[in-house]
């Protein structure tokens, strides 16, 4: 029987109605950008398996490490106990996160990352005796699926048998030229008339709201009244990290830091399961304490990995290399050629790009898990490309080591599926 | 700088008070059942890096199957896609779980495991268009440390900034043979008050509450009457999975099967990060449906990632080897020749064991995370043992490959240590 035939006994897959989605195309290996089917075809990760194998699928540096890593300490509890390749990547990723990040806590992907962030920011006002317990998210972020990850979700598409468990979440809309004075006022008002812990935000691009854009400086005018009013700020670069945007952290480009960053996804380098949340020494502090009922019990058991952090240490080393740096560059410059003619399609509306990150929304209503998003995606597939539309924007999120051809090609697929829709 | 110097510069430890635990000792390699530190010391890994290491670490056969994988296809989206190594693990899987459990969710860990369960079942009721919100968990439970899996937790220690945002859950006290009656009744009485969703449970043995033991014929009074309801079972296996028991699995003891379990740790077999939730025909069908809302909204970015499925499977493989499950025997029969001989010290209280977990109370009150606690610890540490006891309960919980020489150093820790108290 096919891989295709034997996936259906036994598989739920994540985000699928199953009736209408019965089949899943059987991946059966993968080299740099590309991945390879059961029935031999080809095709172009255009986004990087949901951002993570950034520096290219199966890469020999990235495996050498990990396997070496595995020969010498796979695992072991990380309460009571440390070891290098902990440390080592501690070491390297304070060294590239914004100046105001000092300590690290580990967990195992995004959701857990944010849930690790609000359980952070509810228990240091806790610790400092203030009662402080609503969040306020943005309209349209995407956060996780784990119950105080939904929480802070505006996104999230049927939470229906859920909504009564959420923790306490205000939204404001994201700021944009138009509606900051609006957004500023509202802000204010919530903080003044609630007990505000916490402000969480996708910084400069909200993934799953089909990237959606929005400007430095103006998050950056919410961040700054939220540290005024001493509000625990949390910006969720899980998907915006390591180098998505043109630099290293989106939170970069903004003058205001956060107090807490959420990172995963290209984190371990498209390798295994691995999240850290990061934080500022104010935040460290309040958990500091002779009381140890102010410490921060949160743990899982694989925290630390060590096979997890040498693959981060390698993703980091690739990140900085002159290579994958020059890289960023001229896929950015290419995506910038694209744009320039295909923004010019009768059939095409807003376009957009940040870095690596590009998006081009089309002229017509789609549904987000509707027929005509699949025909979309179908269309991609057939011409050996694999690009996941959200409703009707296309978006490219391509590895840092992708061709020009291989560029070339996904382009092509684009236009070619625009002109046939 | 030593390791554990540069450890205190940027790493916060999971379930740790870092002012008066400062010090992690620094692990640079490991190997069978054996830890080593920078110093050059040696410990026994008695409680296989919390449930996970079983079958020895940086295991060669392990090793050469997870490398393998990573030269052949390290990640991709598991979401439309499917691969040999989830394939072959589902199938490896559902041979050795209980006979009604049919199809597998793919999470990141125990945490995870625990609120995909949750979510589970509270859409199954809402999918049959019924309002069922309440979840009946046991006292002294432990399932995690995500909001939800920290709701369903009697056990979390210091949950004071977070009670007010957990799901509504009730709790009974674990059925035993004085208290069954009324157990079962206050169970039915809830169910019959309230609109119960779900029950969930550790089976046997309650690892967090200090390796407490129940009897399978009276949790299976409980589950009998969930049955009767409609309540769906969940149970939670992240800790007794994979033999630890005596048997793959603690509920192949018990004559009425869950509906939901939850694996994670020794699933992976000490590599990364990974978790399942596994459920019935049933459970499944409430969720495949012509509506699209009515499918399971719920995904983790490394969702199924092939390399973590190729430790899962290789960890299969020799759970069911003749030699590992030989192993099994050998050690059950060697912990109850110990047991025979220490359960008679005058400062030992109760003694008890299921398979390859064994604990022993001493009679001497302590805190938790108390100076005593940490004494016995540092205690056994001396000796070139690792284990950490759970108040004033020592338990082993060592990998199957333990020899029994190292298993006599276990004992003889265990020994000269209660000796010096």
């Not at 025909?375 to 391509?398: D, E, Q, W």
């Amino acid at each position: 029987m096919s891989l295709q035939g034997r996936d259906k006994k036994h598989l739920w897959h994540p985000l699928t109605q199953h009736k209408s989605h019965p089949n899943h195309i059987a991946i059966t290996k993968a080299k740099g950008a590309v991945l390879y089917d059961e029935n031999d075809n080809e095709y172009i990760d255009g986004i990087s398996s949901w951002y993570t194998c950034v520096y290219g699928h199966c890469n020999a540096y990235i495996i050498d490490k990990v396997c070496a890593q595995m020969e010498t300490l796979d695992h072991v509890v990380f309460t009571g106990f440390t070891h290098k390749p902990a440390i080592e990547l501690s070491e390297k990723l304070i060294e590239i996160l914004p100046d105001n990040q000092e300590k690290l806590f580990f967990s195992d992907n995004g959701s857990t990352a944010v849930d690790v962030a609000i359980k952070m920011a509810l228990q240091y006002h806790f610790n400092h005796d203030e009662k402080r317990t609503k969040i306020i998210a943005l309209e349209n972020g995407f956060h996780g699926d784990t119950f105080g990850a939904m929480s802070v979700s505006g996104l999230s598409v049927y939470n229906g048998p859920f909504e009564e468990f959420f923790i306490d979440v205000s939204r404001i809309p994201v700021p944009n030229a138009e509606n900051l004075d609006e957004v500023k006022a509202l802000f204010t008002q919530l903080i003044t008339e609630h007990e505000v812990a916490a402000f969480i935000y996708e910084p400069l691009v909200q993934g799953a709201a089909a990237m959606q854009m929005h400007k430095a400086e103006h998050i950056n005018e919410i961040l700054k009244i939220a540290n005024e009013h001493n509000v625990v700020t949390i910006a969720d670069e899980v998907m915006t990290g390591f180098g998505k945007t043109g630099k290293n952290f989106a939170s970069e480009y903004i003058e205001t830091k956060p107090d807490i960053i959420c990172l995963s996804k290209a984190l371990s380098a498209g390798m295994v399961a691995m999240a850290i949340t990061s934080c500022s020494q104010k935040i460290y502090d309040a958990f500091y304490a002779d009381d140890m009922k102010k410490g921060f019990f949160h743990g899982h058991t694989y925290s630390g990995n060590p096979i997890a952090c040498s693959a981060a240490i390698a993703g980091i080393e690739l990140l900085q290399s002159d290579e994958i740096q020059a890289n960023l560059k001229r896929i950015e410059a290419s995506h910038k050629v694209f744009d320039e003619d295909i923004k010019k399609h009768p059939k095409v509306g807003n376009t957009r790009q940040q870095g690596q990150i590009y998006a081009l929304d089309l002229n017509i209503e789609m549904e987000r898990y509707g027929n005509l998003r699949d025909k979309l995606f179908n269309s991609f597939m057939n011409k050996g490309v694999c690009l996941r539309p959200l409703g009707n924007t296309i978006y490219i999120l391509a590895p840092y080591i992708t061709t020009d051809v291989q560029l070339q090609k996904i382009y092509t697929a684009i236009w070619e599926t625009i002109e046939e829709l």
